[in-house]
């Protein structure tokens, strides 16, 4: 006897719901615990560390709802310090930028690295993720630091690096950077523990 199994397949896909949900519940704690991880081990407390989000957020909002095509600008928070970092067509626009970040609630400080400058191609931005993706597995191999200690941004070959740091960390984390092939300068924008 020979079984049709496509007249089976919507029972095996609705099976884990018919039975509990047990895979789902299995999947909802593993995602939870895995954020609860990463947050537990950041130096950040969680409401620090979800008001970053959130300041990226509305940041990127108002950027692109004022400034729109015109720019190309990534919002990155680590403990309400914002880095601001891309192209403008001038300085009256980066200026209206960086404006328009302090005008969210909580931002503590901006450091703004935006360049006049037409808007990158996808070709660079593509390389940037790429470097910040080996800057990162370096961090990870050298395991001296945790790595979420540290937030890691790429633009125009210039690796950005913020986060919450003893100054022995600093020092690691920019050598490990500028030795990364591709890498063409690394900036600090480090607050210091000690």
């Known amino acids: 006897m020979q079984i049709n199994t496509k007249n089976w397949l ?3 896909l609705l099976f884990p719901l018919i039975t509990g949900c047990v895979p789902l519940v ?3 704690v593993g995602a939870g615990a895995s954020t609860g991880a990463v947050i537990s081990e950041d130096r ?3 409401g620090i560390f979800i ?3 959130s300041i990226e957020l509305r940041s990127a909002r108002r950027i692109n709802q004022q400034l729109g095509d015109h720019v190309h600008i990534n919002v990155t928070s680590f403990n309400r310090n914002v880095l601001l970092t891309g192209e403008a067509p001038d300085e009256a626009v980066i200026k209206e930028a960086e404006k ?3 005008s969210v609630d909580n931002v503590r400080n901006i450091i703004n690295e935006v360049k006049v400058s037409e808007k990158s191609s996808l070709a660079s931005r593509s390389n940037d993720t790429l470097i910040t993706s080996k800057v990162k597995t370096r961090f990870i191999g050298a395991r001296g630091f945790q790595i979420n200690h540290i937030k890691i941004v790429t633009e125009n070959k210039i690796v950005y690096l913020l986060g919450m740091v003893k100054r022995a960390e600093a ?4 050598e490990l950077a500028r030795s990364t092939p591709g890498v063409a300068k690394v900036v600090r924008v480090f607050e210091y523990l000690n």
């Open 100 to 102: 328009l970040v302090m």
């Open 171 to 174: 020092d690691d984390a920019a």
């Open 44 to 46: 950040r407390t969680s």
């Open 51 to 53: 008001e970053d989000e």
């Open 10 to 12: 919507p029972f095996f």
């Open 26 to 28: 299995a999947v909802g």
